[in-house]
């Protein structure tokens, strides 16, 4: 584990005390995740929640879907929001900082007053909760869950490997980039013998519905190419939302798309609510998408991270540009 020292148990231990809270206690687990939830999120969610049920354990799975992961989820097997905390309730965060309420969604961790498990491989994460199990080398909290599975004894099913597939492909970006190493390979190895389905996966994500493209034309005609072809940004707003007949959810992947530029090595998408901006960040060659967000009161990862600021975006703008150019100097491609 990152960060460790002599009182920090070994990843090993950290799984199993994982997996020993999960099967002693004796009433409801309550899985959450983090806002805006990727592949990683919902395959950890699900992974540990048909888990857990196949122990015969109450789940209460929390989790607004978007609409492109919506293949993955069976009826009636998660719910939107958590009304109130269950009598008894553990709470299992999975890809987020338990002690980050604004970016748990789905539950208010703050009146909450059980024990938590937290399963989490952000380099920003704060490390307190009943048990933990920390590892940002990893490059999906899929794959944690995975070694939970394991520990928990339960049996494996495709049922329950194909969301962990799910979230091991989409956090490396189906395995291209640099946080693969050949333990993520016999991650995805051993999900596969146990009947994941990944091109059934790859299929269903590959889909778009029509106004998809119809905003990706809009948000195209923003972008913007900056400090020599470095860094490029675009920007999607409500209004362009609206000429397009799209959603928030249309705009998830394209600062992958943003990413693939030749020449850059940091992609920006802007969310513009108006009176709120939200970025996401897509970096590689040496430059840190996670510095630029932690400047921001954000997080993530080196190559993939996020914030979210409060005002218009052309107090937003400033403080960006200012991020980025203090991360680009740090870099040494100020020049």
Not at 165 to 184: A, E, H, K, W
Request: aromatic fraction near 6%; charge should be negative.
């Amino acid at each position: 584990m990152t960060g460790m020292n002599d009182t920090t148990p070994s990843y090993p231990q950290a799984v199993q005390a994982v997996a020993e809270h999960l099967q002693a206690h004796p009433g409801p687990t309550v899985i959450l995740s983090h806002e805006n939830p990727d592949g990683d999120a919902l395959g950890s969610v699900l992974g540990l929640t048909r888990a857990l049920r196949a122990l015969g354990r109450e789940v209460i799975a929390v989790m607004e879907v978007p609409r492109y992961l919506r293949f993955l989820v069976q009826e009636d097997e998660i719910v939107p929001a958590l009304a109130e905390w269950p009598q008894g309730a553990l709470a299992a965060v999975l890809d987020v900082d338990n002690n980050d309420p604004t970016r748990v969604a789905g539950a208010d961790l703050t009146t909450f007053s059980g024990r938590v498990v937290n399963i989490d491989h952000h380099g920003t994460n704060r490390r307190q909760a009943d048990a933990l199990l920390v590892d940002p080398s990893l490059p999906a909290a899929a794959m944690m869950v995975a070694d939970v599975v394991d520990a928990l004894g339960v049996p494996w099913t495709e049922q329950i490997a194909t969301p962990l597939m799910l979230g091991l492909n989409t956090d490396t970006g189906s395995f291209r980039y640099d946080s693969v190493t050949p333990r993520t390979f016999k991650a995805a190895a051993r999900l596969l013998s146990h009947g994941a389905r990944l091109g059934w996966i790859n299929d269903n994500l590959n889909q778009n519905p029509r106004s998809y493209y119809l905003l990706l034309r809009e948000v195209l005609s923003t972008m913007e190419f900056l400090h020599g072809g470095r860094v490029v940004l675009a920007r999607v707003d409500d209004a362009m939302l609206a000429r397009a007949g799209s959603t928030w959810e249309d705009v998830e992947s394209y600062v992958n798309l943003l990413r693939g530029a030749e020449g850059s090595v940091l992609a920006v998408m802007v969310k513009d609510y108006g009176e709120r901006v939200k970025l996401s960040f897509r970096s590689r060659g040496g430059v840190s998408a996670q510095n630029i967000a932690v400047a921001l009161g954000g997080g993530g990862h080196v190559p993939a991270a996020g914030a979210t600021l409060t005002g218009p975006y052309a107090a937003a703008r400033e403080r960006l540009d200012t991020a980025v150019a203090a991360e680009l100097q740090r870099a040494g491609l100020s020049g």
